[in-house]
């Protein structure tokens, strides 16, 4: 069974800087692992695209993201990583990992809050 466990959330202030991480785990091989996103959904809005990460490590980002934050991820250890800096009261929300593995198919975490206030 597979896993998508995600950490590094937290309360921030404006300005500040935090770093996800997103652990992909159990019964797979990283040659099965294709595109992984993250994703964020602030309390009565919709679910949406934070930034992406194919295989060949090609990234796009969210508009509102662009310049602030960073995917990467390592596909040694089939992680992923949101360096997020600049932070903004608008980055509020709960932020999930998303995974897609052949022969599984998209794979969710259970995301991690991330507070930016003062």
């Known amino acids: 069974q597979v896993q998508v466990v995600e950490s590094g959330g937290g309360l921030v202030q404006p300005g500040g800087s935090l770093r996800l991480s997103c652990a992909v785990s159990?019964?797979?091989?990283?040659?099965?692992?294709?595109?992984m996103a993250w994703y964020r959904q602030a309390p009565g809005k919709q679910r949406e695209l934070v930034a992406a990460?194919?295989?060949?490590?090609?990234?796009n980002y969210a508009d509102s993201v662009k310049g602030r934050f960073t995917i990467s991820r390592d596909n040694a250890k089939i992680t992923l990583y949101l360096q997020m800096n600049s932070l903004k009261p608008e980055d509020t929300a709960v932020y999930y990992c998303?995974?897609?593995?052949?022969?599984?198919?998209?794979?969710w975490g259970q995301g991690t809050q991330v507070t930016v206030s003062s």
């Open positions: 998303n995974v897609y593995v052949r022969y599984e198919g998209s794979l």
């Open positions: 159990g019964s797979i091989s990283r040659s099965r692992v294709n595109a």
């Open positions: 990460i194919t295989s060949g490590d090609s990234t």
